[in-house]
Nanobody, 125 residues
């Protein structure tokens, strides 16, 4: 059974840092693009960051550029999101996802092959 499991969420003060992890199991994701999405209370899910299967290309939503860094360890089937200078508006449930198409990952997330169940990040101001 394929699983994506997020961890690393929690409560942090504004200006602080967190590192999210996404561990994949059940198959190898070395040929899959992966990404992070988030959904704040009362809002729609939004794209946060994506990385190609080789790790050579990344993309971010404008509001997190310069603060968040996505990375992956292919042979460990693990992806990370380092989040620095956190703001209250970063509060959301963060989901990792995977698809064999980078174009799908950087879109709305519609039709993604695999999703995790999410980890809650709360930033207090």
């Amino acid at each position: 059974q394929v699983q994506l499991v997020e961890s690393g969420g929690g409560l942090v003060q504004a200006g602080g840092s967190l590192r999210l992890s996404c561990a994949a199991s059940g198959r190898t994701f070395s040929q899959y693009a992966m990404g992070w999405f988030r959904q704040a209370p009362g809002k729609e899910r939004e794209f946060v960051a994506a990385i190609t299967w080789g790790g050579g290309t990344t993309q971010y939503r404008d509001s997190v550029k310069g603060r968040f860094t996505i990375s992956r360890e292919k042979y460990k089937n693990t992806m990370y999101l380092q989040m620095n200078s956190l703001k209250s508006e970063d509060t959301a449930v963060y989901y990792c996802a995977a698809d064999d198409s980078f174009a799908v990952v950087i879109g709305s997330g519609q039709g993604m092959d695999y999703w995790g169940k999410g980890t809650l990040v709360t930033v207090s101001s």
